[in-house]
């Protein structure tokens, strides 16, 4: 859902009309809004907001209007898309000249409706049905083997410790689903509190607890080059000076052992000739 800066977005509540004196409305109130970018809100909320990507935030034209106390888990109604794509979260403490904050449905949507068809009996239809998304995606291998067998990226863990390998698509798509964070770390979807490590001196990769906010981070980054197909492992400028770009390249071809359910993964001197080095991005209905 894109959103734009139009007047289109609409709050409901119960909460404070008037701080002082303290007023509090006997019916439902409702006001229009627009759409403020991440960059312009996290500048009234001195960069507090600034990294949270499953947040929104939204104004009235006249900054003497707004949500406030009492409000809080209240809807935000887009009335183009005809949808609900927020919750209010928080606001300035005077109810006036900032935007207010919201958690975003559509970012918290996976987490929302694994909560409600968990929770619920009978399960209401929404719990059978699959739906897009873009913030989750599979990393598929360009190399088809013999048995026209498709292969994605996906963490095999060894009691607590992990290597990365490439495993059929079909296998299980919940250990196969990755996202990119803000700093540019790759993610597991299985578990977002871990992220992909290159241990270089082993050939190697592993899943490690990501580093906080603010951290300075302890290994390289991975970045989709879509024109040449690869993941391209970035570790620093002297490493590309002295090896150039480097990918995430499979081992050893699938088609050797056909009976293999997964086989390993390292980096390598980027070939664009080699297709153990092609990838695509697939976001799969979730």
């Known amino acids: 859902l894109k959103l734009k800066g139009d007047g289109n977005l609409w709050v409901a509540g119960f909460g404070y009309t008037s701080l002082y004196p303290e007023i509090i ?20 909320y001195k960069g507090a907001y ?14 003497l209007k707004s949500a406030c106390f009492q409000d809080g888990g209240g809807p935000l ?5 005809d949808k609900l794509v927020g919750i209010t979260h928080t606001g300035p403490q005077e109810c006036a000249h900032a935007p207010v904050v919201y958690t975003s449905i559509g970012a918290e949507f996976q987490w929302l409706k694994s909560t409600i068809c968990d929770h619920s009996d009978p399960k209401p239809d929404i719990c059978s049905k699959k739906f897009p998304q873009r913030e989750y995606f599979q990393i598929v ?12 990226l996906s963490p095999l863990w060894h009691g607590e410790r ?3 390998t490439v495993n059929r698509c079909d296998a299980d ?3 196969q689903l990755w996202k990119i964070d803000e700093r540019g770390l790759l993610r597991a979807k ?45 570790k620093s400028e002297a490493d590309f000076v002295q090896y150039g770009l480097r990918a995430v390249t499979i081992m050893s071809t699938p088609s050797e052992d056909k009976s293999a359910q997964e086989r390993k993964v390292y980096v390598t001197k980027r070939n664009d000739r080699n297709i153990l080095q092609k ?3 697939s976001y799969p209905d979730l």
């Open 25 to 44: 409305p006997s019916r439902l109130m409702q006001l229009e809004n627009n759409f403020v970018t991440a960059r312009d809100c996290a500048k009234q």
């Open 190 to 234: 299985s578990n977002d509190t871990l992220c992909l490590k290159n241990v270089q001196k082993q050939q190697k990769f592993r899943m490690i607890e990501c580093p906080d906010e603010g951290d300075k981070l302890p290994y390289a980054l991975f970045v989709y080059d879509p024109m040449h197909k690869s993941l391209i492992w970035l």
């Open 141 to 152: 291998s360009n190399y088809i083997d013999g048995s026209n067998m498709n292969w994605c």
């Open 173 to 175: 798509i919940d250990l």
């Open 50 to 63: 600034n990294s949270q990507h499953t947040l929104l935030c939204a104004q009235n034209t006249d900054p």
């Open 162 to 164: 992990s290597e990365l």
């Open 77 to 81: 109604y887009d009335s183009i898309a």
């Open 279 to 281: 990838w695509s991005i």
